[in-house]
């Protein structure tokens, strides 16, 4: 079993504890950068220190999405039969980032605004539509039996997600025109010195940390498919 | 034409196949049996490419154009009548001289008269033989067909005995079926399934 | 060219169908001069031209989503997708002549639902209408398509609304800003936009969603 469980977990080039370790010491680094070393911002003082988790989970969030559908995509087109499973680890991945965008943009909101959400925040309106549509890829997936129809439809509904991602922004932005005027608007800081240097850190540790997980929770996917393939076997 | 190797299926949990191999070449007439549950049905929709097999490889050098299906659904619509049916089919398989092949088909299995009602208020053998119109519009070279005999009466039947005597060896034939010992002597191969 | 006809073949079938059964759009019908009823007394005394035209865009989408539910239920119900799929045409041609039948039954819902809401709520302009036609094609392409993904699901009608609802959004967007801004080029032009690339893409993916 142990030696199952090591075999599996070292299909890729980079072994899983190695990742694990880096990943501790990338989050460490940036909590560290972001709460002790990070100037205050002019405007918006301490609180305004959530903007680099916030940004930086949002963007790994999209380079999730992005990855199910590139996942996806050599499903279909390749029919690797890994694609799958890679792709779904993926979309998922991305849905937990995309919910603590959500969480974290709340919590900006509340300390910015003092209201728990607001719509005049595109990215945020627009986090919160692509959450519905991910959502969906899991309702969509867990109402087929596992097979080939069920990874085709999920490779193509993941296809579909990140063609409306662009889509979407657009057209949120043209809905601010006649929904609501410009009162709120959001300014990051002015990128510059130990500000930029804890951005960057903070959005490679959560790079890393999302490809852990995924590595982590692929590899349990997988061996639960091993599991029951031996099963097959001995019954 | 079909080659297939250690094919195998499975729906989640549940295998319905496993290391079936099957060699049908031009103009054979293989004859799978089995019982209920048995997988003659999940094989048949992999020979005709409806489903993927799970596992094992299959071969099929026969073109979409040159297949003829006959499932346990009749694939027609209730609510269309068989003419209906039939031209929509006739299109799709660009089938030459549709009009005349269609009356051609319609007669021989009987159903001329019935050619203008709707496929809801035909009796399961009429629908059946429509079915036998609908797989042989097109005349493909290669016909997969399960359980092609069930619903039908006795006069159905023995259209189907000569039709299938007709296409034995011009025609490759794939049949699945519970009652082998009818179309014995047509065989060229048999095939049994084990449950 | 064999891909029009083949799409002429099939959707003259789903007419056909639509035309004998009689029940899809007279229930769209109804549903949406009941919804507007329903609006009125939802709405505020003098509702604005961005109130009615919101909740007319509300209106429509989920009548054609009762429409769009309906569309694949004979080839599932049947099994007689099977048969479409074996055929030797292109898959597409399935997708695209399920769209442009739901597309007609939607118009046909449409033309009673726009003059009715021009009685009740506000008159409706051209760029209205012509919102309606291109908003029409996209919420028909992309409805389409996930209906014949939802269909074969275990949830089936339960799924499609959710499959939908959020890739319908820049439609509604698109559609309402065609209606009330000033300046409805852009937003026709958006609307364009999205029916063009939605379009390209369920075309091209529609292959798999039917075959395996």
């Given at each position: 079993?142990?030696?199952?469980?090591?075999?599996?977990?070292?299909?890729?080039?980079?072994?899983?504890?190695?990742?694990?370790?880096?990943?501790?010491?990338?989050?460490?680094?940036?909590?560290?950068?972001?709460?002790?070393?990070?100037?205050?911002?002019?405007?918006?003082?301490?609180?305004?220190?959530?903007?680099?988790?916030?940004?930086?989970?949002?963007?790994?969030?999209?380079?999730?999405?992005?990855?199910?559908?590139?996942?996806?995509?050599?499903?279909?087109?390749?029919?690797?039969?890994?694609?799958?499973?890679?792709?779904?680890?993926?979309?998922?991945?991305?849905?937990?980032?995309?919910?603590?965008?959500?969480?974290?943009?709340?919590?900006?909101?509340?300390?910015?605004?003092?209201?728990?959400?607001?719509?005049?925040?595109?990215?945020?309106?627009?986090?919160?539509?692509?959450?519905?549509?991910?959502?969906?890829?899991?309702?969509?997936?867990?109402?087929?039996?596992?097979?080939?129809?069920?990874?085709?439809?999920?490779?193509?509904?993941?296809?579909?997600?990140?063609?409306?991602?662009?889509?979407?922004?657009?057209?949120?932005?043209?809905?601010?025109?006649?929904?609501?005027?410009?009162?709120?608007?959001?300014?990051?800081?002015?990128?510059?010195?130990?500000?930029?240097?804890?951005?960057?850190?903070?959005?490679?540790?959560?790079?890393?940390?999302?490809?852990?997980?995924?590595?982590?929770?692929?590899?349990?996917?997988?061996?639960?498919?091993?599991?029951?393939?031996?099963?097959?076997?001995?019954? | 034409?079909?080659?297939a190797r250690r094919l195998g299926k499975r729906f989640g949990d549940r295998r319905v196949l496993?290391?079936?191999?099957?060699?049908?070449?031009?103009?054979?007439?293989?004859?799978?049996?089995?019982?209920?549950?048995?997988?003659?049905?999940?094989?048949?929709?992999?020979?005709?490419?409806?489903?993927?097999?799970?596992?094992?490889?299959?071969?099929?050098?026969?073109?979409?154009?040159?297949?003829?299906?006959?499932?346990?659904?009749?694939?027609?619509?209730?609510?269309?009548?068989?003419?209906?049916?039939?031209?929509?089919?006739?299109?799709?398989?660009?089938?030459?001289?549709?009009?005349?092949?269609?009356?051609?088909?319609?007669?021989?299995?009987?159903?001329?008269?019935?050619?203008?009602?709707?496929?809801?208020?035909?009796?399961?053998?009429?629908?059946?033989?429509?079915?036998?119109?609908?797989?042989?519009?097109?005349?493909?070279?290669?016909?997969?067909?399960?359980?092609?005999?069930?619903?039908?009466?006795?006069?159905?039947?023995?259209?189907?005995?000569?039709?299938?005597?007709?296409?034995?060896?011009?025609?490759?034939?794939?049949?699945?079926?519970?009652?082998?010992?009818?179309?014995?002597?047509?065989?060229?191969?048999?095939?049994?399934?084990?449950? | 060219?064999?891909?029009?006809?083949?799409?002429?073949?099939?959707?003259?079938?789903?007419?056909?169908?639509?035309?004998?059964?009689?029940?899809?759009?007279?229930?769209?019908?109804?549903?949406?001069?009941?919804?507007?009823?329903?609006?009125?007394?939802?709405?505020?005394?003098?509702?604005?031209?961005?109130?009615?035209?919101?909740?007319?865009?509300?209106?429509?989408?989920?009548?054609?989503?009762?429409?769009?539910?309906?569309?694949?239920?004979?080839?599932?119900?049947?099994?007689?997708?099977?048969?479409?799929?074996?055929?030797?045409?292109?898959?597409?041609?399935?997708?695209?002549?399920?769209?442009?039948?739901?597309?007609?039954?939607?118009?046909?819902?449409?033309?009673?639902?726009?003059?009715?809401?021009?009685?009740?709520?506000?008159?409706?302009?051209?760029?209205?209408?012509?919102?309606?036609?291109?908003?029409?094609?996209?919420?028909?392409?992309?409805?389409?398509?996930?209906?014949?993904?939802?269909?074969?699901?275990?949830?089936?009608?339960?799924?499609?609304?959710?499959?939908?609802?959020?890739?319908?959004?820049?439609?509604?967007?698109?559609?309402?800003?065609?209606?009330?801004?000033?300046?409805?080029?852009?937003?026709?032009?958006?609307?364009?936009?999205?029916?063009?690339?939605?379009?390209?893409?369920?075309?091209?993916?529609?292959?798999?969603?039917?075959?395996?």
């Open positions: 079993m142990a030696a199952t469980i090591r075999a599996v977990g070292r299909s890729s080039r980079i072994p899983l504890p190695a990742l694990a370790a880096v990943s501790l010491v990338l989050i460490t680094t940036a909590l560290v950068l972001v709460f002790y070393v990070a100037p205050n911002d002019a405007n918006q003082g301490f609180s305004q220190r959530i903007f680099y988790f916030h940004v930086s989970i949002a963007f790994t969030a999209y380079a999730c999405f992005i990855a199910g559908a590139w996942q996806a995509f050599r499903h279909l087109w390749k029919r690797d039969p890994r694609a799958d499973l890679q792709s779904y680890v993926c979309v998922h991945q991305g849905l937990i980032f995309g919910t603590l965008v959500l969480l974290t943009g709340s919590i900006w909101a509340k300390i910015s605004w003092g209201r728990w959400w607001v719509w005049s925040e595109d990215e945020l309106v627009l986090f919160l539509v692509l959450y519905l549509f991910y959502c969906a890829y899991f309702m969509l997936r867990f109402s087929l039996e596992p097979g080939p129809q069920r990874a085709n439809l999920s490779a193509v509904y993941a296809l579909f997600g990140v063609v409306l991602i662009p889509v979407s922004f657009a057209a949120i932005r043209l809905a601010k025109e006649f929904l609501h005027p410009r009162v709120f608007t959001l300014h990051g800081p002015n990128f510059g010195g130990w500000i930029l240097v804890t951005y960057c850190v903070a959005q490679v540790a959560m790079l890393v940390l999302a490809y852990t997980l995924y590595r982590v929770e692929l590899a349990g996917k997988r061996l639960d498919e091993r599991l029951r393939e031996l099963k097959e076997v001995f019954a | 034409m079909i080659t496993r290391g079936v191999d099957l060699d049908l070449e031009r103009g054979g007439f293989l004859v799978v049996t089995g019982a209920n549950g048995a997988g003659k049905t999940t094989l048949l929709r992999i020979c005709a490419g409806l489903t993927a097999p799970s596992e094992g490889t299959i071969e099929r050098r026969a073109r979409r154009s040159e297949l003829g299906y006959l499932g346990h659904e009749p694939l027609v619509y209730r609510e269309l009548t068989a003419l209906e049916n039939l031209e929509l089919y006739g299109r799709l398989y660009r089938v030459p001289e549709r009009r005349e092949r269609i009356g051609m088909l319609l007669e021989r299995f009987g159903l001329w008269e019935a050619r203008h009602e709707r496929v809801a208020s035909y009796s399961r053998g009429m629908t059946q033989r429509l079915a036998l119109c609908r797989v042989l519009l097109h005349d493909p070279g290669l016909l997969v067909l399960d359980e092609p005999y069930s619903a039908l009466d006795e006069a159905g039947a023995e259209l189907l005995d000569a039709q299938l005597a007709e296409l034995h060896g011009e025609r490759t034939l794939l049949v699945a079926t519970h009652d082998p010992a009818r179309i014995d002597s047509l065989a060229t191969a048999r095939l049994g399934l084990a449950a | 060219m064999t891909y029009a006809r083949d799409v002429a073949a099939l959707a003259r079938k789903d007419l056909l169908l639509e035309l004998r059964a009689r029940d899809t759009l007279p229930a769209m019908v109804l549903f949406v001069a009941a919804v507007f009823v329903v609006f009125h007394f939802v709405l505020p005394a003098a509702p604005s031209r961005l109130e009615t035209t919101g909740l007319l865009w509300v209106a429509i989408l989920f009548t054609a989503l009762l429409g769009l539910g309906r569309a694949f239920v004979p080839e599932r119900e049947q099994r007689t997708m099977d048969g479409l799929v074996l055929a030797p045409c292109d898959r597409s041609a399935i997708w695209l002549a399920k769209s442009l039948a739901t597309l007609a039954f939607l118009a046909a819902a449409e033309v009673v639902a726009l003059p009715l809401y021009a009685l009740f709520f506000h008159r409706i302009g051209g760029a209205t209408v012509l919102a309606v036609v291109l908003a029409d094609l996209g919420i028909c392409a992309v409805g389409t398509f996930l209906g014949a993904m939802a269909v074969v699901t275990r949830a089936r009608d339960l799924l499609l609304p959710l499959l939908f609802l959020p890739l319908a959004l820049p439609v509604v967007v698109g559609a309402v800003g065609s209606s009330v801004a000033s300046a409805p080029g852009r937003y026709l032009g958006f609307l364009a936009l999205y029916d063009l690339l939605f379009g390209v893409v369920c075309w091209a993916s529609f292959e798999y969603v039917v075959a395996e």
